[in-house]
């Protein structure tokens, strides 16, 4: 049966790849396959939160929930191992182009666990080269990107998220964020210098637990002088990090809101910081999952809307939960073309 699903979801990427090189401009394609997409789990009620559907503006997607670390407080855990064949993917983002797009995030899971990096490497140079986005970046932990990506995908992408919450490499093995022997900070310096060398934007995310809430990086960060420093509070999502059914218990990693506000006082000067509270994170963020439905998180769940590609952008997005007005509040759209940044690679 699994055998005959993956023939099934082959033939239907390569059904919509042809639809959608045929059609004028990228249109859904509602063909229904048994077992696939439709046997993910959904709530039993979807309610529309608004009548007017939001603008896709910036697109988070979460390609595959694969990933070599083993963070402690991961909020898109490994549940699944599907990923969309490229060419569904490339008319989602289609889609969501038509749809308004201007900026597009690949994330995961880890971006580059599939098909070594060539995998998000076609999407971004799709996304920059055919459809021509202002802005193409990808959040990752580093780990396995190599020199040879940026050679060939390096001219495509603006921005280069590397999440790091900790200098101390003892804190980041008690958070989970190794894999064997390799030293994530040193991999973090690495990857800083190929973003000079192929002019590539280069970011950094910390996620702010219980581990390195005390942490002073100030030095740190400044040395290696990211476009922004976005530093999350730690967020519990129940049935990912929290709860019976989560495959993480994220609850130990936890800090209040005044441990957080400490932390940021403690950085006030570092100029490209970034801060999200839980507050301003979880309705703002639009998050497409590895079906591409869109992630409701209003009700401290995923709960997911129907696909793009079956429903179309506009009817799946009313269901997303999304606060364009904090979206634009918390800085979400900011100078995120590598084309428009003054920047000293």
């Known amino acids: 049966l699994s055998v005959g699903r993956e023939v099934l979801a082959a033939l239907r990427g390569r059904l919509?790849?042809?639809?959608?090189?045929?059609?004028?401009?990228?249109?859904?394609?509602?063909?229904?396959?048994?077992?696939?997409?439709?046997s993910a789990p959904r709530p039993q009620r979807e309610q529309e939160w608004d009548d007017t559907a939001p603008t896709p503006t910036s697109v988070n997607y979460h390609f595959t929930r694969q990933c070599n670390y083993k963070c402690g407080f991961c909020f898109h855990t490994a549940k699944t191992s599907f990923v969309l064949p490229l060419e569904e993917a490339k008319r989602g983002l289609a889609m969501l182009k038509e749809a308004g797009m201007e900026k597009i995030n690949f994330s995961g899971g880890e971006p580059f666990i599939q098909d070594r990096g060539e995998f998000v490497g076609e999407l971004v140079q799709f996304c920059k080269q055919e459809l021509e986005l202002p802005s193409v970046s990808i959040v990752s932990n580093g780990s396995l990107i190599r020199k040879q990506w940026f050679q060939k995908y390096g001219e495509y992408l603006d921005i280069l998220a590397i999440s790091c919450d900790s200098f101390?490499?003892?804190?980041?093995?008690?958070?989970?964020?190794?894999?064997?022997?390799?030293?994530?900070?040193?991999?973090?310096?690495?990857?800083?210098?190929?973003?000079?060398?192929?002019?590539?934007?280069?970011?950094?995310?910390?996620?702010?637990?219980?581990?390195?809430?005390?942490?002073?990086?100030?030095?740190?960060?400044?040395a290696l002088n990211p476009v922004r420093w976005k530093v999350f509070q730690c967020l519990l999502i129940e049935g990912e990090n929290s709860g019976e059914d989560a495959l993480r218990e994220a609850e130990k990693f936890v800090i209040s809101d005044e441990d957080f506000d400490r932390f940021l006082d403690r950085h006030k000067g570092v100029s490209c910081l970034v801060p999200e509270s839980n507050q301003k994170m979880r309705d703002s963020?639009?998050?497409?999952?590895?079906?591409?439905?869109?992630?409701?998180?209003?009700?401290?769940?995923?709960?997911?809307?129907?696909?793009?590609?079956?429903?179309?952008?506009?009817?799946?997005?009313?269901?997303?939960?999304?606060?364009?007005?904090?979206?634009?509040?918390?800085?979400?759209?900011?100078?995120?073309?590598?084309?428009?940044?003054?920047?000293?690679?």
């Open 16 to 38: 919509g790849a042809l639809c959608w090189s045929l059609a004028p401009l990228p249109l859904p394609l509602p063909l229904s396959l048994p077992g696939w997409r439709d």
């Open 285 to 345: 963020y639009l998050i497409l999952d590895e079906y591409m439905r869109f992630l409701n998180c209003r009700n401290g769940r995923k709960e997911p809307s129907k696909s793009i590609l079956d429903v179309g952008v506009e009817a799946a997005i009313k269901f997303s939960g999304f606060d364009e007005k904090m979206f634009l509040k918390r800085g979400g759209k900011y100078v995120w073309s590598k084309a428009d940044m003054k920047l000293d690679w």
């Open 168 to 222: 101390d490499e003892d804190v980041n093995v008690l958070i989970g964020r190794r894999q064997g022997k390799k030293n994530h900070v040193e991999n973090l310096h690495k990857l800083r210098q190929w973003c000079r060398e192929y002019a590539v934007a280069f970011k950094i995310n910390s996620v702010i637990n219980r581990f390195n809430v005390e942490e002073d990086m100030n030095e740190q960060i400044k």
